[in-house]
Nanobody
Framework: QVQLAESGGGLVQAGGSLRLSCVAS????????MGWFRQGIGKEREIVAA????????YYSDSAKGRFTISRTSAKNTVYLQMNNLEPEDTALYYC?????????????????WGQGTQVTVSS
């Protein structure tokens, strides 16, 4: 089992920045890929960004490209999402997820473990 704990959410004005963190604990010895998803009220859960086991293996949604950056510590157990130039449309509950197959992926059903989420609210 892998436990994921997100932090870093909050309230920010449009144009501002936030950095989300996700720390993995438990059986993290496998080559996990990690991703960030979000779900707004009345919306489906969607991929934001993902980071594979390999350092150059990343994926970004179209809405995240150019504004968000996903990174991972050398120890592989922490993943960050730096979010810049935030927009009200980014308001959502952001989830960290991990999957045992170590390639960055965009499909939520491929992920085996999920955190509880951290709320991001962007005011206009």
């Amino acid at each position: 089992q892998v436990q994921l704990a997100e932090s870093g959410g909050g309230l920010v004005q449009a144009g501002g920045s936030l950095r989300l963190s996700c720390v993995a604990s438990g059986q993290t010895g496998r080559r996990y890929a990690m991703g960030w998803f979000r779900q707004g009220i009345g919306k489906e859960r969607e991929i934001v960004a993902a980071h594979g086991w390999s350092s150059g293996d990343t994926y970004y949604s179209d809405s995240a490209k150019g504004r968000f950056t996903i990174s991972r510590t050398s120890a592989k157990n922490t993943v960050y999402l730096q979010m810049n130039n935030l927009e009200p449309e980014d308001t959502a509950l952001y989830y960290c997820a991990a999957k045992a197959r170590g390639v960055a992926g965009q499909r939520s059903y491929d992920y085996d473990y999920w955190g509880q989420g951290t709320q991001v609210t962007v005011s206009s």
